[in-house]
């Protein structure tokens, strides 16, 4: 299946090096950009991104990237018609 769109552009994410971070992957999350578990039950899985400097990076909020965790610009290629979600409250 299609993961929800978050929202169609990126987050901004100040990274500090050597941690850990975990992308949420199915747009499900209330904590975007990252995993809080709401892919329980379906396909994706959250993807583990280690960084390897202190600095903002851009996690993808389209979940559509090409170069998972990070913003790639797919958002822009995403037609006006394609939705957007924030809502979780369908977790079961």
């Not at 039950?41 to 998972?68: E, I, M, N, V, W």
């Amino acid at each position: 299946s299609d993961p929800v769109i978050a929202q169609k552009r990126p987050y901004p994410v100040e990274v500090v090096e050597g941690k850990k971070y975990f992308w949420c992957s199915c747009g499900k999350s209330a904590r975007q950009p990252f995993c809080d578990g709401s892919h329980e039950g379906t396909d994706f899985l959250p993807q583990t991104y280690t960084a390897p400097a202190s600095r903002t990076l851009y996690f993808c909020g389209c979940k559509h990237t090409k170069g998972a965790p990070l913003c790639d610009g797919a958002h822009n290629a995403l037609s006006i018609t394609d939705s957007c979600s924030t809502d979780t409250s369908s977790k079961t």
